[in-house]
């Protein structure tokens, strides 16, 4: 069965950085693409960004991209997202993928909330 | 980047046909794809590549379309499926969600 089950999140004043952990388990994770979407309470998904196999290769969405940063170990079946100076706007539940184009398995989501 | 397009709401009985539409602003040839998200849940997939069924997902669910515009239909509609309907394209960078479609049964 695979799980992807997310943790590092929780309540962080604005200004300060946040590292999410996603383990991965029940698939052979070095075989595929994966990735964060977020979403912020009552409203839409936005795509954060996705990482390739080996890490050769980290897309973001252009908007996105100086805030945060994606990274794996595949020795310990884990991905990561790394966010820095957040704000209000950054307020959301962050989801782990498995992505192939489209997203076929999602974690249960973190709840991030950022306010002083 | 491609902005998909759905229709906030729609509300049906059970029993009934139901088409959930997104609409691209710019080709997104079969790139696309449609998630179930219930209340307090993750987003489930059901449809990938326009109209292919993922594995599990009853044969009720079904997808169309191609370059900017796609449905996707739910017949008959069950009770169950109370929920918001996401499309995102995977065709354009970035990938891109619309905004969703909450269903909601009579």
């Known amino acids: 069965e695979v799980k992807l089950v997310e943790s590092g999140g929780g309540l962080v004043q604005p200004g300060r950085s946040l590292k999410l952990s996603c383990a991965a388990s029940g698939f052979s994770f070095n075989d595929y693409w994966m990735g964060w979407v977020r979403q912020a309470p009552g409203k839409g998904l936005e795509w954060i960004g996705e990482i390739n196999q080996d890490s050769s290769t980290i897309n973001y969405t252009p908007s996105l991209k100086d805030k945060f940063t994606i990274s794996r170990d595949n020795a310990q079946n884990t991905l990561y997202l790394q966010m820095s100076k957040l704000g209000s706007e950054d307020t959301a539940i962050y989801y782990c993928?498995?992505?192939?184009?489209?997203?076929?398995?999602w974690g249960q989501g973190v709840m991030v909330t950022v306010s002083s | 980047d491609t902005v998909l397009t759905q229709s906030p709401a729609l509300a049906v009985s059970p029993g009934e046909r139901v088409t959930i539409s997104c609409r691209a602003s710019?080709?997104?040839?079969?790139?696309m794809h449609w998630y179930q998200q219930k209340p307090g849940q993750q987003p489930k997939l059901l449809i990938y590549g326009a109209s292919n069924l993922e594995s599990g997902v009853p044969a009720r669910f079904s997808g169309s379309g191609s370059g900017t515009d796609f449905t996707l239909t739910i017949d008959p509609v069950e009770a169950d499926d109370t929920a918001t309907y996401f499309c995102q394209q995977s065709w354009n960078d970035p990938p891109t969600f619309g905004g969703g479609t909450k269903l909601e049964l009579k």
């Open positions: 993928a498995r992505v192939r184009a489209h997203i076929d398995y």
């Open positions: 710019e080709s997104v040839s079969t790139g």
